[in-house]
T-cell receptor, first 115, second 108 residues
Framework: EAQVTQNPRYLITVTGKKLTVTCSQN?????MSWYRQDPGLGLRQIYY???????DKGDVPEGYKVSRKEKRNFPLILESPSPNQTSLYFC??????????????FGPGTRLTVL | QKEVEQNSGPLSVPEGAIASLNCTYS??????FFWYRQYSGKSPELIMF????GDKEDGRFTAQLNKASQYVSLLIRDSQPSDSATYLC????????FGKGTHLIIQP
């Protein structure tokens, strides 16, 4: 089954404790992206990757890191989480660059709470 | 800053009626337009996309695009309670930008 998976689905952590949210897709997509969704602010792009070893900042990259060592995986790293990073996070992928007309497929989401 | 604007709602529509959702965008160079549906706590799922001016129909859904007015809409005919969700408009221009969504409630 074609899908985007994220882990963990739910996470409660404390300020400053490094964490990684994994994202994996099995569709051989080139383009992958991370979004956060907050009430009243909608979906905002954090980082995106157009291919292996190619990543770039989205609209709200502060406090986050990403890497793209393999085509299928695009982990999101919070080196020192803070309460303002409490949010619902979505990973998404599409066949080619998000600048094209390709449909983005979303993962199930990760609900992160930073205390 | 490219902007995609949607009325946040809630938009309340009786069951069986037509629900009309609207979206405006700021970048006149935008080429592709998407409508996603998102149930509470779930991930967005694609309903339709449209590239050309005019109407595009898919079952009960019709997307309408007017590039001159920088306006895209989604009509849902014969609305069902299961259509109650948040509808996100997304526009492609140098990346994909989402609107904040319109919360639609279909009243039985």
């Amino acid at each position: 089954e074609a899908q985007v998976t994220q882990n963990p689905r739910y996470l409660i952590t404390v300020t400053g404790k490094k964490l990684t949210v994994t994202c994996s897709q099995n569709m051989n997509h080139e383009y992958m992206s991370w979004y956060r969704q907050d009430p009243g602010l909608g979906l905002r792009q954090i980082y995106y990757s157009m291919n292996v070893e190619v990543t770039d900042k989205g609209d709200v990259p502060e406090g986050y890191k990403v890497s793209r060592k393999e085509k299928r995986n695009f982990p999101l790293i919070l080196e020192s989480p803070s309460p303002n990073q409490t949010s619902l996070y979505f990973c998404a992928s599409s066949l080619t660059s998000g600048r094209s007309t390709d449909t983005q497929y979303f993962g199930p989401g990760t609900r992160l709470t930073v205390l | 800053q490219k902007e995609v604007e949607q009325n946040s709602g809630p938009l309340s529509v009786p069951e069986g009626a037509i629900a009309s959702l609207n979206c405006t965008y700021s970048d006149r160079g935008s080429q592709s337009f998407f409508w996603y549906r998102q149930y509470s706590g779930k991930s967005p799922e694609l309903i339709m996309f449209i590239y050309s001016n005019g109407d595009k129909e898919d079952g009960r859904f019709t997307a309408q695009l007017n590039k001159a007015s920088q306006y895209v809409s989604l009509l849902i005919r014969d609305s069902q309670p299961s259509d109650s969700a948040t509808y996100l408009c997304a526009v492609v221009s140098d990346g994909l930008t989402f609107g904040k969504g319109t919360h639609l409630i279909i009243q039985p």
